[in-house]
């Protein structure tokens, strides 16, 4: 790539040809605004907010997707363009519903940040407002039309990230809408739930379904026993919530907060990633020894296994059987553990913290039901939590607490779940001692980790060859099955989660602006949470977690793989329609 | 939310869309001209037709539905057997067409894009029909009505519904 020489406001840079000017500006310290922008998701200058002027072109060009060429002179602030700007802002705003004081995106609504800096202090124009009601058809994602401002950036996430592509805009005009076809609900097509949409919106148009009254409730009966549980990844990242840097495990103060929110007890779901490789593990030694279906494919990502049902059915076979780790651990709780402790099952209500979305359907799966009771009761997202913390008023980061011991012991192999590449780690970690018949110091299978879309690696153990593939985010998915289909992909093991980098980036986390993840890469950011955290950890396989061991599986259910932990621990799946 | 018309698409009829689809394929670029040739054949592009032509074409319904409500030439409802097209074209415009659309959409009971229930009439607002001499015009089944006034609508109509 040549370099060219160009000026920003007068100050000189140098920049590779084919920058765009929003780039080149960030490189030279000056920011411009931008709201449909996002890096790698929607890159279509149609917001109009980033206008600058380049000295010799026709009118004023959208810097977000603007290239740069030798000898530019652009200019990103003038009353022209200030005026510019601030009217299309205006203009957004005059048939936005701005109920800003009781929107969950208040304070983080980069429509509000964007009035703020650009001193809107009145709204000349009365736009017609979108009559369209709230779509509360599905059970993760609420979308309300009237906040949306058709900034294209769920569409971008949910087709070019995920290629799957169920919501675009609709209409043309001033009556442009965003959703799926025919005005149907977002629970009435072939959504796989995994937010992407909701953490790419500016606005507050898109939104968990909450379950957070559901849970004060909960916690408010003396009847009930609520016991709590927390994936991985988000203690990687709801520390931002409360203004810990990007990248800083908050586990401890995490917590403490629930303890002190009321929660008769509080869980570590990497208790129940380490029974899930255990199933996992086992499940795959036995399909290579007795010729069953391969690859297989893990099953922790509900994001993933809706879009199987829907798009991939004939790969079903392939699926881990293994429920993911929370719903486990919710069968658990309401067995073994209720056996254990004496506590009447029917008045146990689990309930699961998850940077995910998706685990909201997961939940009410049918299947994943013993006797009318749900394995786990309420999932609340990250975000969900933190809300609920603030709620109470609770100082967040000076909370401090230890997660249910003995029972909720974890590996650092649990804890890596939380990032892409990590579950498949943790399985090379316990198969490659049960295929050795050895304790192996060599455990950090860098190969998978990292935010390259698809990773292949092939392990050598005890002589045998493991071929693994790691996909993360559908689109990238889509590739590694579609090989599987044709038969050119010929692994014996691959994981796959839904959203991109793994669970610390799912559409349940703490949103952060365009402005920060334009710049930086959440998805490495906050992984390097979860790794410190494995590194950290006294027991990093799976197996040699002994309340698993000893304690589930001795005291309970017998060998990874038996009747029982069949029953309890593996669910099944059923084909959908595309449409 | 949704209130869709159940439609049935034979089985001749899907082979027909599908062999539209076909005749395609090494064209690139060409869902729109699929779209317009389908909707030539079908009358119009319904839920079912649309899903048809997704799958052959493996593009997501989300997009194609996109398409067809930003263009107005495409249209998800079946044609009325009168179908009024009222020129909204800038000549047309400025001579008042719009309040000539509005008079069709008043004596119908119908928005444009709409058919009536019993399926007899249909409005569709179109751009320039090439006839700005004639300014403004409506056009219903192929037969051109020019020089409008307000009033000539309901004799317009009325003559169809007598027919």
Do not use: I, L, R, S
């Given at each position: 790539m040549s370099m060219v020489n160009i000026t920003i406001d007068g100050k000189a840079v140098q920049v590779e040809e084919g920058t765009t000017v929003l780039e080149a500006a960030r490189a030279a310290g000056i920011n411009i605004p931008t709201l449909c922008y996002l890096k790698g998701v929607n890159e279509i200058g149609a917001c109009r907010m980033c206008l600058v002027e380049v000295k010799g072109a026709r009118a004023l060009q959208a810097a977000c997707v603007y290239p740069v060429a030798d000898g530019n002179e652009i200019i990103t602030s003038s009353p022209a363009i200030r005026e510019a700007r601030k009217t299309n802002l205006e203009l957004l705003l005059s048939n936005h519903k701005k109920e800003c004081l009781t929107c969950e995106r208040n304070r983080n609504c980069e429509l509000q940040t964007l009035s703020e800096q650009m001193n809107v202090t009145e709204i000349e124009y009365e736009g017609d407002m979108c009559d369209l009601p709230i779509d509360d058809s599905s059970v993760s994602i609420v979308r309300d039309p009237q906040k949306c401002i058709a900034c294209r950036r769920c569409v971008g996430a949910c087709s070019n990230v995920q290629n799957i592509h169920v919501i675009d805009a609709i209409n043309r005009g001033f009556v442009t809408e965003i959703g799926?076809?025919?005005?149907?609900?977002l629970g009435e097509v072939a959504c796989i739930n995994c937010g992407q949409c909701v953490i790419s919106c500016p606005v507050g148009a898109l939104t968990e379904k909450s379950s957070i009254n559901e849970v004060w409730d909960a916690v408010a009966d003396p009847d009930k026993v609520v016991l709590v549980q927390t994936a991985p990844a988000v203690r990687a990242a709801i520390g931002e919530e409360f203004g810990m840097p990007i990248g800083q495990a908050a586990t401890r103060q995490m917590v403490g907060a629930l303890l002190r929110m009321g929660f008769d007890k509080v869980f570590d779901t990497d208790t129940s990633a380490d029974l899930t490789i255990m199933e996992e593990g086992t499940e795959l030694l036995q399909r290579m020894q007795n010729s069953g279906t391969l690859p297989l494919i893990t099953s922790c990502s509900p994001g993933w296994i809706k879009y199987c049902e829907h798009y991939y059915p004939d790969l079903l076979p392939n699926l881990s059987t293994c429920k993911s780790p929370h719903e486990m651990f919710g069968a658990v709780l309401k067995t073994y553990y209720a056996e254990q402790a004496g506590i009447d099952p029917a008045k146990i209500v689990n309930v699961s913290i998850m940077p995910c979305t998706a685990k909201k359907f997961e939940c009410q799966r049918p299947e994943l039901s013993e006797n009318g009771m749900q394995d786990v009761d309420y999932v609340l997202t990250t975000r969900e939590l933190a809300r609920m913390i603030r709620e109470c008023g609770i100082n967040f980061t000076e909370c401090d607490g230890d997660f249910e011991r003995p029972f909720g012991d974890a590996s650092g192999a649990g804890v890596i779940f939380g990032a892409t590449g990590g579950v498949m780690e943790a399985a090379l970690r316990t198969v490659a001692d049960i295929l050795t018949g050895e304790d192996l110091k060599e455990i950090e299978y860098t190969d998978v980790r990292g935010v390259q879309g698809v990773k292949e690696a092939a392990v050598e153990i005890n002589g045998q060859t493991i071929k693994v593939a790691v996909a993360h985010g559908m689109g990238n998915a889509k590739k590694v099955l579609d090989k599987i289909r044709s038969g050119e992909?010929?692994?014996?093991f691959v994981e796959i989660m839904a959203c991109p980098g793994g669970?610390?980036?799912?559409?349940?986390q703490p949103i952060q602006p365009a402005s920060v993840k334009n710049w930086l890469d959440l998805r490495a950011e906050r992984a390097k949470a979860i790794y410190s955290e494995d590194r950290n950890s006294k027991i990093r396989k799976s197996h040699e977690n002994e309340s698993v061991m000893k304690g589930i599986y001795e005291g309970y259910l017998g060998e990874p793989g038996s009747e029982k932990a069949h029953h309890l621990l593996h669910t099944t799946y059923t084909p959908r329609d595309r449409f | 939310m949704s209130k869709l018309r159940k439609v049935d698409v034979t089985e001749e009829q899907k082979k027909k869309i599908l062999e539209i689809v076909d005749s395609y394929k090494d064209t690139e670029g060409s869902l729109i001209q699929i779209l317009h040739d389908v909707q030539d054949y079908f009358g119009y592009l319904p839920i079912e037709v649309q899903e048809i032509i997704s799958d052959a074409k493996k593009v997501p319904l989300a997009e194609i539905y996109g398409i067809v409500t930003f263009y107005t030439q495409f249209s998800t409802q079946p044609k009325g057997k009168y179908a009024v097209s009222v020129c909204l074209g800038t000549a047309c415009y400025v001579k008042g067409s719009g309040k000539i659309l509005e008079k069709f959409e008043e004596n119908l009971g119908i928005k444009a894009g709409e058919v009536t229930d019993d399926g007899m009439f249909s409005i569709d607002a179109c751009r320039c029909v090439g006839a700005c001499g004639l300014a403004p015009v409506a056009i219903v089944n192929g037969e051109v009505y020019g020089k409008l006034v307000q009033n000539d609508v309901k004799s317009i109509c009325d003559k169809y519904r007598e027919s």
């Open positions: 799926p076809a025919f005005g149907k609900g992909g010929d692994w014996q669970c610390v980036n799912g559409g349940g | -």
